[in-house]
């Protein structure tokens, strides 16, 4: 189940984009992985943490090695 705080967010992001606000949607989109990075996997750097997120939430593949 998707968390509501998630889908808050990427709304936000839609919001942004739909006003033109390029590089605020960017910097959001971008600040969701740290977010729930840290909250997914508190004790994890920030390297290992972000790719375990990248890899449960979002992982189609990419950057498998």
Known sequence: MTN????CLA??????LRAECCGAALVLALTISAAYGKIAFPEEKVGKRYKEWYR???GYGFGSR
Do not use: F, L, T, W
Not at 4 to 7: L, V
């Open 4 to 7: 509501p705080m998630e889908i």
């Open 11 to 16: 709304d936000e992001v839609r919001k942004a």
């Open 56 to 58: 449960r939430y979002c």
